[in-house]
């Protein structure tokens, strides 16, 4: 089993959808949880953070389930320029692990 | 203030041929990853520093891939000899002290590398 999994997509929505990516991970003593955002042909920047209670940031919202070992996001009210591949990325100690990507494919 | 700055953005060489990437981290960060990237897959590490010293070099494959971060500023990634498999983006990254707890890594660009 890898040590974090996420369904690669790609999800295609028009825009204005409401949208959800799952990830899960292998490793119960991950400590911290992230998630990435990486355009075509460039370099991942950090979205933001998982937090245990669960977090918001405009229209996205990240949630943790430490007993199921998965993290979520959603978007909401999708944009043409969210499409993009999203990473998730958990900590163990001093390794960050990131995971497949999930692609996203907003339409008009 | 300048980001991560790599190069070279792509090359292109024969299989068995050497090549080395450069990167240059943040001002002030004492921490640098290399990372490669294949096509679909997340960023996979390679190496990690804390300032000179290789603090995670686990995943390294020692017989033909080597780095350096002699003053504990810019990196250098070698591969010798490269071979086809060895196609992919490299990735440099660099965090503050607290990068780790943030989850914030910086990365350059990258470079691209094809092995013909």
């Known amino acids: 089993r890898k040590e974090v999994e996420q369904d690669p997509g790609p999800f295609n929505v028009p825009e204005g959808a409401t949208v959800a990516f799952n990830c899960t991970y292998s490793?119960?003593?991950?400590?911290?949880f992230f998630w990435y955002r990486q355009d075509c042909r460039k370099e991942p920047k950090l979205l933001m953070s998982v937090y245990s209670s669960g977090n918001e940031d405009g229209r996205f919202t990240a949630q943790l389930n430490r007993a199921s070992q998965y993290i979520s996001l959603l978007i909401r009210d999708s944009k043409l320029s969210d499409s993009a591949t999203y990473l998730c990325?958990?900590?163990?100690?001093?390794?960050?692990?990131f995971g497949k990507g999930t692609m996203l494919l907003v339409s008009p | 203030e300048a980001g991560v700055v790599q190069s070279p953005r792509y090359k292109i060489i024969e299989k068995k041929q050497p090549v080395a990437f450069w990167c240059n981290p943040i001002?002030?960060?004492?921490?640098l990853y290399w990372y490669l990237q294949n096509l679909g897959q997340g960023p996979e590490l390679l190496i990690r520093?804390?300032?000179?010293?290789?603090?995670?070099d686990s995943q390294l494959p020692k017989d033909r891939f080597s780095a350096e971060r002699l003053k504990g500023v810019d990196s250098t990634l070698k591969i010798q000899p490269a071979e086809l498999g060895d196609s992919a983006v490299y990735l440099c990254a660099s965090s503050g002290l607290a990068g780790l707890n943030t989850g914030e890594l910086f990365f350059g660009e990258g470079s691209r590398l094809t092995v013909l």
């Open positions: 001002s002030g960060h004492n921490t």
């Open positions: 490793n119960s003593a991950s400590q911290s």
């Open positions: 990325v958990v900590r163990a100690a001093s390794t960050l692990t």
């Open positions: 520093y804390e300032n000179e010293e290789a603090v995670d």
